[in-house]
């Protein structure tokens, strides 16, 4: 089952999403936060961060799984999801780094890293709260059109759409790695509670698209959450599915 909520502004929509974050930290210092990376996130651990400050919380029992990294980049680049995590959250907050977790990227001993990480993931109880983003194609993760919905953590090759979206954070498109290492559907979909952020113009087509679906496509990715128990769409006026065409 999917619930959408349009929040207004992307201000706004970042700040819930952030507290629902504080709120699981809250409510199970031991829980397992499953992250994303992106523009869109950006502000939603700004706030983030700014709840855990000016409201004391134990961190110490607190893991994080992030969804993916680029394929043999090297984990000090800029470009890095580990360096984007530390940028924006890890190094703003009271964790250390045997707390925080991410796909191996390593070319070596690919297959059973990426067993090895789903088997971490899923040790004692999987994720508590999954924070997607999703891309203008319907990826979520790099989980990209046409991904299997009983996928697991693999290395997968990125869409050309995929590729022209995240230029932006290089200097050139060629910089852009073609491959990135992913979790898979399957164990985003063990996840207890799922919440997808989506704000800007450039989502609303997708998730007007995702709103009209009854059934799960495999053509759209994220159109697997309508087999979740406990999904959440949150969106801004111009990702709305409800907005108004001119």
């Given at each position: 089952m999917m619930e959408f909520i349009n929040l207004g502004n992307a201000s706004l929509a970042a700040q819930y999403v952030a507290i629902e974050l504080f709120r699981e930290i809250k409510r199970n210092p031991h829980t397992k936060l499953g992250l994303a990376t992106g523009g869109t996130m950006e502000p939603v651990y700004a706030a983030l961060v700014k709840l855990i400050k000016s409201n004391p919380v134990n961190l110490s029992h607190l893991k994080t799984f992030n969804l993916d990294e680029y394929f043999e980049l090297d984990k000090q680049s800029p470009q890095s999801y580990l360096y984007y995590m530390k940028h924006h959250l890890f190094n703003h907050i009271d964790i250390k780094p045997e707390q925080y977790y991410f796909p191996d990227n390593d070319r070596e001993n690919l297959a059973e890293n990426n067993k090895a990480y789903d088997e971490l993931i899923m040790k004692e109880h999987p994720v508590n709260l999954q924070l997607l983003g999703i891309g203008t194609n319907?990826?979520?993760?790099?989980?990209?059109?046409?991904?299997?919905?009983?996928?697991?953590?693999?290395?997968?090759?990125?869409?050309?759409?995929?590729?022209?979206?995240?230029?932006?954070?290089?200097?050139?498109?060629?910089?852009v790695p073609t491959q990135a290492v992913t979790m898979g559907i399957t164990t985003i979909m063990q996840s207890d509670?799922?919440?997808?952020?989506?704000?800007?113009?450039?989502?609303?087509?997708?998730?007007?698209?995702?709103?009209?679906?009854?059934?799960?496509?495999?053509?759209?990715?994220?159109?697997?959450?309508?087999?979740?128990?406990?999904?959440?769409?949150?969106t801004d006026d111009e990702a709305s599915p409800y907005k108004k065409k001119d």
């Open positions: 319907g990826h979520i993760g790099f989980n990209e059109p046409g991904t299997s919905f009983t996928s697991n953590t693999r290395m997968v090759d990125l869409s050309e759409e995929t590729i022209r979206a995240n230029a932006r954070f290089f200097d050139t498109i060629d910089q509670r799922i919440i997808l952020l989506a704000t800007g113009e450039k989502k609303q087509p997708i998730i007007q698209q995702l709103y009209g679906m009854t059934q799960p496509d495999e053509d759209i990715p994220a159109s697997v959450l309508l087999n979740h128990p406990n999904a959440l769409i949150i």
